[in-house]
């Protein structure tokens, strides 16, 4: 008996159910296709369609004995997934609420390039994928029939707008849990820009989560934890909002973008332009490039002379950018002395800079 339950349990793993009392709405039919970023979730989900009960297609002739054996079967199944507790069920999406943590800058159509395909397939072709939800952590909201979302946003979103049900696996998920679930999603669709990603490391910290566990949710090693977290420290979030996910710029340019907010007057230049009509108008690619060349102007100014003194207030060289220029009072064998020093010097200057790099 044990082994024919483990039969079962790897035939209907993640299999559904016919949608229980959740909602009375029928699920739309599922065609073939979906919006190219579903996919590849697509060949992992469950199909939505499927009663799970193979045996209800064994021919209306056979015997007792076949009758009762498939009276069996369908219970045994029926055990196992109320044990795993996977359960695809139609949904009301005005009762589903975001993960506690937002993954994303914006929900501004306008901003995201791929919701009205993913609105359009939804309504010509049905909902192939299921959303991942569980029952809300508020237990007086969970008694009024209120889920909260691990992954899928963007599914329930557009199901809401088209007045429509929504098809969703319900699982018993803690808070990391869910962000597990909802990072790795992310991280398996490589839907998410570089900046969502950053911005929603950052909210998990400050969420309280362990940075071990963002990082696994992530899929990120240390040093990129670091260098997320470094832009997100530097950019400020309404600027980044009203960016919005930019998914053509990538690391090295937001890394750029962050180190030009070195002062009150970045900000203030950064806040009039995301305000203006030209900028507004602009798709998020194309706001990012707008902010990027401003702030870039700003920084290509020339340098300002400095002026090195010794101690006792004789000027010693000038610096103008990257240029050194010792002053005619250096002292004698300084150029010489100080060109034997620059290997330590750059040496100290690299273990200094990594000290100011956060811990793991």
């Avoid at 016919?18 to 296709?33: D, F, G, L």
């Avoid at 929504?166 to 869910?178: G, K, P, Q, S």
């Avoid at 929603?200 to 934890?225: N, P, Y």
Wanted: hydrophobic share 40%; aromatic share 4%; glycine share 6%.
């Amino acid at each position: 008996m044990t082994k024919r339950k483990d039969r079962l349990k790897a035939l209907f793993a993640g299999e559904p159910e016919t949608a229980p009392a959740e909602s009375t709405a029928a699920p739309a039919p599922v065609q073939p296709q979906e919006a190219r970023h579903e996919k590849k979730a697509a060949l992992a989900a469950p199909s939505p369609t499927s009663n799970g009960d193979p045996v209800s297609e064994r021919p209306r002739s056979a015997s007792g004995a076949v009758k009762a054996m498939g009276l069996s079967l369908g219970q045994m199944a029926q055990e196992l997934k109320e044990q795993t507790g996977e359960r695809v069920v139609t949904l009301d999406p005005s009762h589903i609420e975001p993960s506690p943590v937002a993954d994303r800058l914006t929900v501004d159509a306008h901003l995201d390039a791929g919701f009205a395909e993913l609105k359009a397939s939804l309504e010509s072709r049905g909902q192939q994928v299921p959303v991942l939800v569980r029952r809300h952590a508020d237990a007086a909201k969970s008694a009024d029939g209120w889920y909260q979302a691990a992954y899928g946003h963007r599914r329930i979103r557009a199901a809401k707008e088209l007045g429509i049900n929504v098809l969703a696996i319900v699982r018993e998920l803690d808070d990391d849990a869910l962000i597990l679930a909802q990072g790795k999603e992310n991280a398996e669709r490589r839907d998410l820009s570089f900046i969502e990603r950053a911005f929603f490391a950052r909210s998990l910290i400050d969420h309280g989560f362990e940075r071990s566990l963002v990082q696994d949710a992530l899929g990120v090693h240390k040093t990129e934890m670091t260098r997320l977290l470094q832009v997100a420290d530097k950019v400020p979030y309404p600027i980044a909002k009203a960016i919005g996910p930019a998914p053509k710029a990538g690391r090295p340019r937001w890394h750029q973008l962050a180190e030009m907010f070195d002062g009150e007057a970045a900000e203030v230049i950064a806040r009039d332009e995301i305000t203006s009509e030209v900028f507004l108008a602009c798709d998020s690619d194309h706001r990012f490039q707008r902010l990027f060349s401003r702030l870039g102007k700003r920084k290509s100014k020339p340098a300002q002379k400095q002026t090195i003194k010794s101690r006792s207030g004789k000027p010693l060289a000038d610096i103008k950018g990257s240029t050194i220029q010792l002053a005619k009072t250096a002292p004698d064998g300084f150029t010489h002395y100080l060109a034997k020093q620059l290997p330590d010097l750059l040496a100290a200057f690299e273990a200094d800079k990594n000290k100011e790099l956060p811990d793991g």
